[in-house]
């Protein structure tokens, strides 16, 4: 980074890595355009460790109730449906990481090769545009082979109650009275999942180790495209964002050999502004999904990849 601009720098990345990861757009992408376009030199790894370290604190706040749900889970004796509904889950999470991780470690150095490549970059968003409305569309057709049921029903959704911070990260229906069409039509909420629906969310995650295609847009049509409803397969995705960030970042601590290049400064200042704005982006992607699909988010995708395929050529 430029010494003189080393902090506004930090600050533009961190909040694009904070937004960009979550809403469905790659973050990786634009971690790769926005540097290129605005002609600063590439961020070295340290910097890009800190940047998701930032989301990863994100998603631990959002979802710290599941997470203590989780953690009692492994440490209690006593039955309890809420239990044993969250040692599956964390079950499910395991095995939906084991295809990132197997790929990550053997795909490494040929990641590396792409991220170097603006123009690849580029090139890789409209597959995630792509996954974005074949998603959409695959979810409204299984949706139309079911009969919707009018009305309010009593009690939460199933995907409500045990998400997030103040009952927004939960994912579940908006205010936990009339249900979400999805779920009334018969989608899977994250209780009624099963070893099916987590292989596909966890192997379309895998298309996420490349830049350009983004970790949340991936999972999130992947999971509705095999039949969870839009509030569950949110819940789920970013769930599995965190062994998939944390991984990353332990796997790349060994690497980082860059410490002199960026100061503790603008290192605190990325993971500030990653966190902060990966909370926010977290929280509107929630409440967005309750209430329409996320394949609206591909014609900015397609558009980003347009002019940056026009200006990098």
Same mark, same amino acid.
């Given at each position: 980074m430029a010494e003189a601009a080393g902090w506004v720098q930090a600050l533009v990345l961190g909040i694009v890595q904070g937004l960009t990861e979550f809403i469905p757009v790659s973050s990786s992408a634009h971690l790769v355009l926005v540097p290129a376009l605005a002609g600063w030199e590439r961020h070295g790894l340290a910097f890009d460790?800190?940047?998701?370290?930032?989301?990863?604190?994100?998603?631990?706040?959002?979802y710290r109730a599941d997470l203590w749900g989780i953690a009692r889970s492994i440490t209690t004796r006593t039955p309890s449906d809420e239990r044993t509904m969250y040692r599956r889950l964390l079950g499910l999470l395991v095995l939906a990481s084991l295809p990132v991780a197997v790929?990550?470690?053997?795909?490494?150095?040929? /990641?590396?090769? !792409?991220?170097?490549?603006?123009?690849?970059?580029?090139?890789?968003?409209?597959?995630?545009?792509t996954v974005l409305i074949a998603g959409e569309r695959l979810h409204q057709r299984q949706l139309?082979?079911?009969v919707t049921?009018?009305?309010? !029903?009593?009690?939460?959704?199933?995907?409500?109650?045990?998400?997030?911070?103040?009952? +927004?990260?939960?994912?579940?229906?908006?205010?936990?009275?009339?249900?979400l069409p999805d779920e009334v039509a018969g989608a899977i909420t994250v209780e009624r999942m099963g070893v099916r629906e987590a292989l596909i969310v966890g192997l379309f995650q895998t298309l996420a180790l490349l830049p350009g295609v983004s970790r949340s847009g991936m999972t999130i049509s992947a999971g509705i495209g095999a039949g969870l409803s839009r509030p569950a397969a949110t819940r789920f995705g970013f769930l599995l964002g965190l062994p998939a960030i944390?991984?990353?970042? %332990?796997?790349?601590?060994?690497? !980082? #050999? #860059?410490?002199? @290049? %960026?100061?503790t400064s603008e290192l605190l200042i990325g993971i500030a502004a990653a966190a902060v704005s990966g909370y926010l982006a977290i929280a509107f992607l929630v409440r967005l999904v309750s209430?329409?699909?996320?394949?609206?988010?591909?014609?900015? %995708? /397609? @558009?980003? +990849?347009?002019?940056?395929? %026009? /200006?990098l050529r």
């Open positions: 460790v800190a940047l998701h370290l930032g989301t990863l604190l994100a998603l631990i706040l959002y790929a990550g470690l053997t795909l490494d150095d040929a /990641v590396e090769s !792409v991220f170097s490549s603006p123009t690849a970059t580029a090139w890789l968003l409209l597959l995630t545009a139309r082979r079911h049921i009018p009305g309010p !029903v009593d009690g939460d959704d199933g995907d409500g109650g045990a998400g997030g911070a103040g009952g +927004a990260g939960g994912a579940g229906g908006a205010g936990g009275g009339r249900p944390a991984g990353a970042a %332990v796997v790349q601590l060994p690497r !980082v #050999d #860059d410490l002199e @290049t %960026v100061t209430r329409a699909g996320i394949d609206r988010f591909a014609w900015y %995708v /397609v @558009t980003v +990849a347009v002019i940056s395929l %026009v /200006v």
